[in-house]
């Protein structure tokens, strides 16, 4: 089957018309981010740090953490569906580059504590502040605008797309390619493509998946198109990256590689993860909350909590002493 399209006498491949989609979208965007003032134009991060799969943290990063002024405040978060009560005043911080743990058993909350952050569930009290600016009614396409990218467990990827185009509609609200422009071919819009183009080969190349950029996603490995979402937040240059249950189903390899990745962030991206591996949480994060049955039971650093007798129960249950009939 052919993935062509006709308008009238012209034949549009499937490619194109997602390229021209995307510039559609794109321009109401920069409208809306040049009348803010929240235009960017500084090369990405990610791409001018050093040793981003170095095995080390930044001891700087971390020492540098003391004492400013969270970038994500949330107080008091609370969230019913029905008569369930699912999340009973959460309250959580991130410090400015650091990697902040969300664990707890399943049916804990975690996912419901992202979902009220990144605006896909409503609270029903509570506030939200990022950046020194309250969140009030934000929506998750507004995410990417305000500095947040989140990856889904669901990985939410363009199956039938190359990685280099799922990478690069990562960035499609810092493309100011219009429609007129991308219809004509205007030299201007193929330099900024050009420029995202490059710009994603370079994030691949970090993510040590370059080779792949060619390949349609639904044709790669699972551990691979892992990387293609994390490379196609990053394309967002996100100031906060929130991160659902990275290291699920992937090998302890690709487990321990990913964690090498993510520790060479946080020098430009604040981290927030929700995960069951706890050895990959332990490692890597700075601090952790954990949450049982909607309430934070535990926080601090991965070894408070380890040694937390209140997460041990939650975790393994209380101790059932078994007498013989
Ligand atoms: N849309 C919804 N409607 C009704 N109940 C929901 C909804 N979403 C989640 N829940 C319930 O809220 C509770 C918390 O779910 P949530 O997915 O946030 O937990 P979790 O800690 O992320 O669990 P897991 O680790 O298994 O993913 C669970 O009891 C779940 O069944």
């Given at each position: 089957?052919?993935?062509?399209?006709?308008?009238?006498?012209?034949?549009?491949?499937?490619?194109?018309?997602?390229?021209?989609?995307?510039?559609?979208?794109s321009?109401?965007?920069?409208?809306?981010?040049?009348?803010?003032?929240?235009?960017?134009?500084?090369?990405?991060?990610?791409?001018?740090?050093?040793?981003?799969?170095?095995p080390?943290?930044?001891?700087?990063?971390?020492?540098?953490?003391?004492?400013?002024?969270?970038?994500?405040?949330?107080?008091?978060?609370?969230?019913?569906?029905?008569?369930?009560?699912?999340?009973?005043?959460?309250?959580?911080?991130?410090?400015?580059?650091?990697?902040?743990?969300?664990?707890?058993?399943?049916?804990?909350?975690?996912?419901?504590?992202?979902?009220?952050?990144?605006g896909?569930?409503?609270?029903?009290?509570?506030?939200?502040?990022?950046?020194?600016?309250?969140?009030?009614?934000?929506?998750?396409?507004?995410?990417t605008?305000?500095?947040?990218?989140?990856?889904?467990?669901?990985?939410?990827?363009?199956?039938?797309?190359?990685?280099?185009?799922?990478?690069?509609?990562?960035?499609?609200?810092?493309?100011?390619?219009?429609?007129?422009?991308?219809?004509?071919?205007?030299?201007?819009?193929?330099?900024?493509?050009?420029?995202?183009?490059?710009?994603?080969?370079?994030?691949?190349?970090?993510?040590?998946?370059?080779?792949?950029?060619?390949?349609?996603?639904?044709?790669?490995?699972?551990?691979?198109?892992?990387?293609?979402?994390?490379?196609?937040?990053?394309?967002?240059?996100?100031?906060?990256?929130?991160?659902?249950?990275?290291?699920?189903?992937?090998?302890?390899?690709?487990t321990a590689?990913?964690?090498g990745?993510?520790?060479?962030?946080?020098e430009?991206?604040?981290?927030?993860?929700?995960?069951?591996?706890?050895?990959?949480?332990?490692?890597?994060?700075?601090?952790?909350?954990?949450?049982?049955?909607?309430?934070?039971?535990?926080?601090?650093?991965?070894?408070?909590?380890?040694?937390?007798?209140?997460?041990?129960?939650?975790?393994?249950?209380?101790?059932?002493e078994?007498?013989?009939?």
């Amino acid at each position: 089957m052919s993935d062509k399209i006709r308008f009238g006498q012209k034949e549009v491949t499937g490619r194109a018309l997602f390229r021209l989609m995307a510039c559609l979208f794109s321009e109401k965007d920069w409208a809306i981010r040049r009348r803010t003032g929240t235009v960017r134009r500084e090369p990405n991060p990610i791409l001018t740090r050093s040793g981003v799969t170095g095995p080390h943290c930044n001891e700087a990063v971390v020492a540098g953490m003391v004492d400013r002024a969270p970038l994500l405040r949330a107080e008091e978060l609370s969230v019913s569906f029905g008569g369930l009560r699912v999340l009973d005043k959460v309250s959580v911080e991130v410090a400015p580059g650091a990697v902040l743990g969300v664990i707890g058993p399943n049916g804990a909350g975690k996912t419901t504590l992202f979902n009220t952050l990144c605006g896909f569930v409503r609270p029903e009290s509570g506030s939200i502040v990022f950046d020194g600016r309250p969140l009030r009614r934000h929506r998750p396409h507004q995410l990417t605008r305000l500095g947040i990218a989140r990856t889904l467990q669901g990985l939410g990827l363009f199956a039938g797309l190359s990685v280099l185009d799922n990478v690069i509609a990562g960035a499609s609200h810092r493309s100011r390619t219009g429609l007129v422009a991308a219809l004509l071919a205007a030299p201007w819009a193929e330099r900024r493509e050009a420029r995202l183009r490059e710009e994603a080969v370079a994030v691949l190349e970090t993510l040590g998946i370059a080779g792949e950029a060619g390949r349609v996603c639904a044709s790669l490995p699972y551990g691979i198109r892992k990387r293609v979402a994390l490379a196609r937040a990053l394309m967002s240059r996100p100031r906060l990256l929130m991160l659902d249950e990275p290291a699920a189903g992937l090998s302890e390899t690709e487990t321990a590689e990913l964690a090498g990745i993510v520790r060479g962030l946080r020098e430009h991206t604040t981290v927030m993860l929700v995960e069951h591996h706890m050895d990959f949480v332990m490692n890597l994060c700075d601090r952790l909350v954990v949450l049982d049955f909607g309430e934070v039971i535990a926080r601090g650093t991965p070894d408070e909590v380890r040694a937390d007798p209140v997460v041990q129960r939650a975790y393994l249950g209380e101790r059932v002493e078994v007498t013989d009939a």
